[in-house]
């Protein structure tokens, strides 16, 4: 028995079959094809190529502001050979002529290639060869993972050194029932973990060497915060103890289902808004069997990142439209926050070239390339203000770092607003306006923001990475990226009492939202709105129910605030609870 600890990203207990990704390529085998089955194998290959590209543009789109410019050319002309008309057509004319599968033919094909140009004197050419071998990987990686790794991993749990945002949808779109993950790469708050809560999947994430290690027959993953780990060769008696735990945590889901339409009032009668947050059509659908009370958090960069081009007033018309009328079906207050385009450092957009930056984190992105891109700007805005006429939709502005940038902002929201009564389009005249607070500047000038906006959303995911100065994606700083630091928590304490001093709403919207512990300490600053996934919604019910706002207030908040570290603030609330 061997028990790795990790950290929890989405809760649940599964005991089953590991599936360790193989850091090996696969053997490619050769068989006969049969005529008529020419037209199949010619699809397949066709959706290779495109899966190719599509993962070398996705690379390139991750990749872009963290590598120099000049060493991501190289997956440029990538992208070329995997266009090259001679390379391909030779391919379709062998898969004719000589009726094997495709994955053989590639290979053949690749192989002729990378010795002609090795032998070549010129070490361009010779780069050449290693460049071929490198796409043609990437080709029969598509025609074999789409073969068997997927199917492999059906009721399965993946053990892996890390795990791409695509992968998953890839998984989810096959309906592949993985069973659990356990990856090494950290980030809580990185788009996959995000993704692997959307779409309900135990994992666990930090796992250290699991990638390096043999796995065989059953294992254990616990994901529940606090216990987050992955058990090898685990005894008969921890079998018999999970499977027990395992039917506690099932009978807890079970309950929760019935805490839907109930309102999530404390026990002392104080209300609190669950919101929704939204950063997929995935998010979007699961609306429809939500908990939550409105949308706290439309993170519309999805819409951006999935086009082939900056969206149209039209496109984005559309997509708000759809948005709002699940909203309207919801039990609560029913408000919906959509938050400008978010763009930058991690979110990169296939169509548009962001220029290199050193520290990508803390440069072009959220606000300051909207402003930079005022027609983008204000094409967002005018679709906002379009459908929000008479309905409770509001917008906020990411990354907001001075007045300055408010300032700017409003009077650009001003002239979208004259444009459009110019144009005698129907708009609303008043919408109300917020701003993330995710940059600690920001942090301190909630007062003199105030008098520009009517709402502040905690994005805790950024003010944490920024209090802290651990970058949200590095695996090697996890540890100080922690929202429940004293050190995070005080800025917030502060914030929450400036923005009530001043009559203002304030929400949480990062991860931190999410989790039962940290609603307890944001509620004991008396902050009362939160914004989730919608599959963390029901576990933050719960424990709300039972709490006691006012109690809270006055026992937990200096305690916590108090703390050295992370553990006593952790081990404050679980006495709580
Ligand atoms: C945040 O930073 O907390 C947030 C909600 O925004 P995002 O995760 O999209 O950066
Ligand atoms: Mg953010």
Request: glycine share 6%; proline share 3%.
């Amino acid at each position: 028995m061997e028990k790795i600890m990790g950290k929890a990203i989405f809760e649940g207990i599964v005991i089953g079959e590991p599936y360790l990704r193989s850091q090996k390529k696969s053997r490619v085998l050769e068989y006969k094809i049969e005529p008529h089955m020419l037209a199949d194998e010619m699809i397949r290959f066709e959706k290779a190529i495109q899966g190719a590209k599509q993962e070398l543009k996705f690379l390139k789109s991750s990749l872009k502001g963290k590598v120099k410019s000049n060493d991501l050319k190289i997956l440029n002309v990538h992208l070329m050979i995997l266009d090259d008309p001679v390379l391909l057509s030779e391919m379709g004319k062998r898969l004719k002529a000589e009726l094997i599968n495709i994955e053989k033919i590639v290979l053949d094909v690749v192989e002729f290639y990378v010795e002609m140009f090795k032998e070549m004197k010129n070490p361009v050419y010779r780069q050449r060869a290693i460049d071929i071998q490198d796409v043609g990987e990437k080709i029969i990686d598509q025609l074999t993972v789409e073969n068997c790794e997927l199917n492999e991993l059906e009721n399965k749990i993946l053990i892996t050194k890390e795990i791409l945002p695509s992968e998953l949808f890839k998984m989810h779109h096959n309906n592949i029932n993985l069973l659990g993950i356990v990856t090494e790469y950290s980030g809580a708050t990185s788009h996959v973990a995000i993704l692997a809560k959307t779409f309900g999947i135990p994992t666990i994430m930090g796992a250290k060497d699991v990638s390096r290690m043999k796995w065989v027959d059953k294992i254990i993953l616990d994901s529940r915060k606090g216990s987050a780990c992955v058990i090898k060769s685990p005894t008969e008696d921890q079998i018999e103890h999970y499977k027990e735990e395992n039917k506690k945590l099932e009978l807890i889901k079970e309950e929760n289902k019935k805490l839907k339409g109930l309102e999530a009032r404390t026990a002392d009668g104080v209300e609190i808004i669950l919101n929704a947050n939204i950063g997929g059509i995935t998010d979007l659908i699961a609306l429809d069997n939500t908990m939550a009370d409105g949308v706290g958090l439309l993170r519309t960069e999805f819409l951006y990142m999935e086009s082939k081009f900056f969206p149209t007033e039209e496109k984005q018309i559309e997509l708000y439209e759809k948005a709002y009328q699940k909203v309207k079906k919801l039990d609560g207050e029913k408000e919906l926050i959509i938050r400008t385009l978010d763009i930058g450092a991690d979110k990169q957009l296939p169509y548009y070239e962001m220029p290199i930056e050193e520290n990508p984190f803390l440069g072009f992105r959220g606000i300051r390339f909207t402003l930079a891109h005022e027609n983008i700007f204000r094409t967002q805005l005018r679709a906002i203000l379009r459908v929000a006429k008479g309905r409770s939709i509001k917008v906020m502005f990411p990354m907001i770092s001075n007045l300055d940038e408010i300032i700017q902002v409003k009077k650009i929201l001003a002239s979208v607003k004259d444009e459009l009564k110019e144009e005698g389009i129907e708009y609303t005249p008043y919408i109300e306006t917020g701003i993330m607070v995710e940059v600690p500047s920001a942090a301190f000038l909630i007062d003199k923001f105030s008098e520009h906006v009517d709402f502040f959303s905690l994005g805790t995911n950024d003010l944490t990475q920024y209090i802290m100065a651990a970058d949200r994606l590095s695996a090697d700083v996890a540890y100080l990226n922690e929202s429940l630091e004293p050190a995070v928590l005080r800025v917030i304490d502060k914030i929450a009492k400036e923005a009530i001093n001043n009559n203002k709403k304030i929400s949480v919207c990062g991860e931190m939202a999410g989790d039962p512990l940290a609603v307890v300490a944001l509620m004991s600053f008396g902050i009362k709105r939160f914004s989730m996934l919608s599959t963390s919604i029901p576990m933050v019910k719960r424990v709300i129910l039972k709490l006691n706002c006012s109690e809270i207030r006055k026992t937990l908040r200096d305690k916590i605030l108090d703390c050295n570290n992370s553990d006593e603030v952790k081990t404050i609330l679980k006495q709580y609870i």
